[in-house]
């Protein structure tokens, strides 16, 4: 019987390592192109891996001054974050708990203020920005835009996990005497912790790369994110795909890592959800 | 400001809060404040270039004047420009399939890996971290690997089909116009999987264990118990991730940039792609606005039917 | 030598107008380069020689210029001089955006328009105005692999000089076996296509506005014939010209079209015996034609600055000759070049650029393009026959032009 048990787990996570290495292959082939030669990125047959692996990862590094991309894509990711979160939070909340026709306007009216592209939205932001004096703040720009650019998202995500909590541990709440703020903070928001913090963490990682906000505000190069740094490898009549590939393997790996490492305690916070 | 707050019959909750006394009031206002904060914001920042994309619609718009909104009115010149084009067909009903397809894909393969990774064995946890990947590639990136992926003449998809003797002859996934549009979705899908999984994930993870025991006890069947406990706990979830999805998907914009630009001669173009285009290369500023005040439209409808399902989720 | 120069041509501005002699000067300058690329080089050398003058800089992504810069007309922060690239100088100048150099280069002993070859000066001419001073130029030529000519028989030395050789010459070098196309080029549907077909249809005779020619339709015939036989791969229609000359560069291709910003990734990468000769033309004798690239310095009509810009611009122009063996550009006027990098593509790069011929000008050059690469698109994919393509591209258009 235990014996089962374990084949049944060593079939389980063979079937996972296969479905996982699948959908990592473009992750890989991002990586090996980013150590290959232009000829060798249209070699038939493909390589596998490179005959000259040659990883620039350091010259990139330096060459582009990433540190000071890395730190501003940091610092425009955590201003969306911290907006979105403190706005939408109690938002998600409230769209959850309360149903009427007001809250399904506001609810519908939510959902339609994320409905046109970035790259359409940035000619209007761009005029009315420039108009109030905000682009003098190209990064504090960004931010405002991209967090009501992702703010929407965040909500509806906000609302679904608000949604699954059951009412009545808050209503005893109430009941024993909490005002609705403390049943908020201290019945919903423990309850609804992962679904919160997964939404902020998408949210961050979509800052994180965020790019026709920051190319058309931050004019000036010193305060400009990863993802507009990237664009140098492509000129108008070349496009240095290695270079491309090497960037953003030193930008996505350490996010992958610390995914890989941290999705331990967000799944144990998952799989050990208070409701249990 | 006293707008009544109208109770549904599927809340009777909401009726049993109300009647408990005065803090509730206050509690009721809290409620609204809470959302005004958001679509004060909202307002603010996305609702006036909202506004601005659907006047210019209906405006005769330079590249020089898009400060101003001075603009001649044409009407609705714009959409009988855009609407009479040979390629309008075409990109519209490539829309339809794009979405369509995407979605269900992206939905079907996020959370049928959501059920599996539920399961407990050993990595099962940080195994699904790997997934998000797909999430935090830059565009660029992914459109480029895709496109080397999926390239006819060197392409390692090309390579594998033919290794293992699945076709003989080379693929042009990306230049063959009966094809392209499909392979945009392919690389499309594998950039939503994440987003569906990881969120379908957290519902999954929300629905109390002891729900599925009882059902266990009572002899349900895996099937039955999917059906008639996971779907409609995660009712919700499904109706955000499904709405969200579709607006994502309506917004993918870089790998078209990346694969094919829309072509072969229109075979993989959508209303986003073309919209842009119709914006930002040839300048038709107007038109560009028409496009996308059409798929603001669909959105509509969207939202609609989302709110719609919201209100009868709350099974739990 | 050229330090000396560059004093007489500080020394010019300074005589042209003694009022902002040595005056601090500002200017912002637009660019599509990164630094260690032409215009933050250049702007530092003049710097350096000018410590009244700062130059501020801004890269903007080529895709994005134009866009970056009607906003920034629009919102009145645009800079004083930038970069464009050439079929967009029209939609500017029509519009009187940008500065009319005319009379500044009348009065200047550093750029004559006479020296600027036809097709650059073209480039900049809107209407009777100059509005903007090549910083180089480029053009497309035949890249082939002498090894693979070889090979296959043929004479390394003589390449294909008509439409009808390079058709034979690409049958006879398409390899499948090897995964050997006879001739990559770029068909996709962007301004790239554009710039890749025109000078075919060019030098038949026709223009962007007189595209129901017979030449054109034959060339229109040609390149559906170099992808419906394999002569060329599927992809062309989907992939650009560096991407594209990739597969050369890698032996996939025996010979490839584009320009000479593919020489230095070609010197280092391919492995074999690479040459470049002049396009191919219709029939022994035709008149030639080949494509212009790159892009102007421009003021914009709202600097300030107007006189201190155009001392700047003079400098740039002056130090044309070293645009190939620094930059990667071909001299848009005629400049010694002495000891060119890769001298042999050199002498035929730069007698195409005697043929290179300007795209429009028109301000609505975008829709036009626009049109052409429909048509190339829809004969490829037999959506439509190559004369009826050609029919639809010349309908739109003329409503455009006129």
Redesign the interface.
Known sequence: MLRDERL???A??F???A??AT?????Y??YV?ALK??????????SFWPANPDFAAVEVWQRMRMGTYLKNSAIIAVGVTA?VVV??T??G????????????V????????????????I??????F??IGL?DYPRTSVI??Q???V???Y???T???F??V???LE?SA??EGN???GAFFSINVPLAR??IL??AL?IF??S??E?VYS??LI???ALQPA?VG???F??????D?QG??TY?AI??TP??LF??????QI??G??S?A?? | MTVPLSTTDSMPTVGTIRASGPSFRDGRGLDRVLVWLTLGFLVAFSALPLVYNVVMSFQSVDLFTIASFDRPFVGLDNYKAVLSQRATGTIVRNTAVFVGLSVALQLTIGFGLALYFQQRFPGSTWLRGLFLAGWIMPGLVVGGVWSWILAGDFGVMNWALQATGITSDKIFWLSDPSIALYSVIIANVWVGVPFNMILLSVGLAAIPDDVYEAAEMDGAGRIWRFLTITLPLMRAQLGAVISLGIIFTLQQFDLFAALTQGGPSNGSNVMQYWSWELSFQHYRIGQGAAVSVLMILVVICVAAIYVRSTRHEHAA | MRTIRVLLAGTAAIIASPAFAQEPVELDLWTIDDPGEYHYVMAEEYMAENPHVTINLRTVQFPDMVNDLARAISTGSAPDITYIDNPEIALFASRGLLLDLTPHIEASDIVNADDIFPGPLASVTYEGGIYGIPRGANTIALYYNADMFTDAGLDPDAPPRTWDELYEAATVLTNPARNIYGLAFSAVGSEEGTFQFLPWVQMAGGDYDNLTTDGAERALALWKTFIDERLASPDTLIRGQWDSTGTFNSGNAAMSISGPWEIPRMSAEADFDWRVALLPVPHEGAERASALGEGDNVILANSDQPEAAFAFLEFLYDNMDRVWNEFGYLPASAVDVTDPIFPEAYAVFEESMQYARNRGPSPDWPQISQAIQTAIQSALTGQASPAEALADAQETISDVVN
């Open positions: 049944t787990q060593f389980l996570l079937v996972a390592l479905m996982v959908y990592m292959f473009p992750v082939w991002m192109t030669t232009g000829t060798e990125i249209t070699a038939w047959p493909p907006i706005l939408g109690g938002c909340y409230a769209l959850a708990r309360v149903r009427s026709r007001w809250m399904d506001a609810l519908f009216s939510i959902l339609m203020m994320q409905v046109l592209p970035s790259s359409l939205m000619t209007p932001i761009f005029v009315s420039s108009q682009l405002l835009a967090a009501a650019k703010l929407p998202f909500v509806v995500l609302r679904a996990t949604a699954q059951p009412r009545e209503e109430l009941v005002s609705r703020i992962n679904g997964v939404a998408l990682l979509q994180l790369g790019y190319r058309s004019q000036s190069r993802t990237l664009q140098s492509m000129g108008p009549n070349t496009s795909w491309v590939m953003a930008y996505v996010i992958i995914f890989v490492f941290l999705q331990r799944v144990s998952l799989t959800g409701l249990k």
